[in-house]
């Protein structure tokens, strides 16, 4: 999380008071987040995360911030390309957001195991 100020979490306490707060808001209406897993075709296994928290809610439509994380020996596979794309088509096609936000971040992130 060092590298990811804007989320930060200064405890475990924190972190598991965060993922419980998604795991909750998934049963509402106008719920906040939305995260999914990215995981390998062949294995099955998780090897990142992808998502967007919606901000503001505008007479246009949702206004979202969107992030990924994906473990360092799955890069340059395309599973980041093609998460996106399937997102972008269910935030855009679906859930009527009409503007998404993000950034790139030049550290390196491991995720481990």
């Not at 360092?72 to 935030?91: I, M, P």
């Amino acid at each position: 999380m060092y590298y990811l100020q804007d989320i930060y979490e200064n405890n475990i306490e924190e972190a598991r008071q965060n993922l419980t707060d998604i795991i909750n808001d998934q049963i509402y209406e106008k719920r906040k987040y939305f995260v999914f897993r990215i995981k390998d075709k062949n294995s099955n296994k998780l090897i990142g995360a992808i998502g967007y928290t919606l901000l503001n809610y505008t007479h246009y439509g949702k206004f979202a911030h969107m992030g990924y994380l994906i473990k360092q020996n799955c890069w340059n596979k395309g599973y980041a390309t093609e998460a996106l794309k399937r997102v972008l088509e269910f935030a855009f096609e679906e859930n009527n957001v009409y503007r998404i936000q993000t950034g790139c971040l030049r550290k390196i992130v491991i995720l481990r195991e």
